[in-house]
């Protein structure tokens, strides 16, 4: 009974390879998010779908290309993995509710290690 | 970018202790939420907040919005070794998206 589910929970990578990494929430919202949590536990938010629709895109490197198939799913997409890339990346998703948003409900992170 | 001042940055208590923490910007806020992350884990709402001046509980957990909408508390009564963890104050700015802005989190750690 998953509420928003990631994989993988790791991922060890070589430089310059592309990997993906994907999310699925059953909760039935139709807004889905990723951020990126740095070492300093810092969270950033990347992107955001609603409705299979970008709404938001934080000036992320175009090497990171976010993927949403249906409202259930969206998967990000990363090339040419550099080392600053190495964080933990969450997704999250909430009901679209206008410009206010909604409470925003997190999986439980990838953490990517580039070497 | 838009930026929460989260403090105190990190808490050293006893079991028993109660501990504040808050954030503040000079933003105007719509919501404010309160997360928790344990190791290996996504952070999990705690609290979220709608209006100026709302008081909300949630158990030994105790949060507002401040009247100015640029601040809000967070009160933990009587910890328990299990309420280690970062947590994290999140806000989405009036008149922006439904983009969540954090602070920078307070490591609390609980001691027997």
């Known amino acids: 009974d998953t509420a928003v589910s990631q994989t993988p929970k790791y991922l060890v990578t070589q430089m310059g390879n592309d990997k993906s990494i994907k999310c699925e929430q059953n909760?039935?919202?139709?807004?889905m998010y990723w951020y990126k949590q740095d070492s300093k536990k810092f969270l950033k938010i990347m992107f955001s779908?609603?409705?299979?629709?970008?709404?938001i895109n934080e000036t992320v490197p175009n090497r990171f290309s976010p993927k949403s198939p249906d409202k259930a799913h969206l998967n990000l997409h990363i090339n040419s993995l550099e080392l600053g890339d190495s964080a933990v990346y969450f997704c999250?998703?909430?009901?679209?509710?206008?410009?206010?948003?909604?409470?925003?409900?997190f999986g439980p992170g990838t953490r990517l290690t580039v070497l | 970018g838009q930026q929460l001042n989260q403090s105190p940055q990190s808490m050293f208590i006893q079991e028993g202790e109660d501990v504040s923490m808050n954030c503040t910007s000079s933003s105007i806020f719509n919501t404010w939420l309160w997360y928790k992350q344990e190791p290996g884990e996504g952070p999990v709402l705690l609290i979220a907040?709608?209006?100026?001046?709302e008081l909300t509980s949630n158990g030994r957990l105790t949060a507002q919005f401040g009247i100015t909408r640029k601040d809000s508390f967070l009160n933990i009564s009587a910890s328990i070794p299990s309420d280690v963890g970062i947590y994290f104050c999140?806000?989405?700015?009036?008149?922006?998206?439904?983009?969540?802005?954090f602070g920078k989190g307070m490591k609390l750690t609980v001691n027997p």
């Open positions: 909760l039935g919202h139709d807004t």
């Open positions: 999250a998703s909430s009901r679209w509710t206008g410009p206010r948003g909604d409470t925003q409900y």
């Open positions: 779908y609603n409705n299979k629709e970008l709404i």
């Open positions: 999140a806000g989405q700015l009036q008149g922006g998206s439904e983009k969540l802005v």
């Open positions: 907040l709608y209006k100026a001046g």
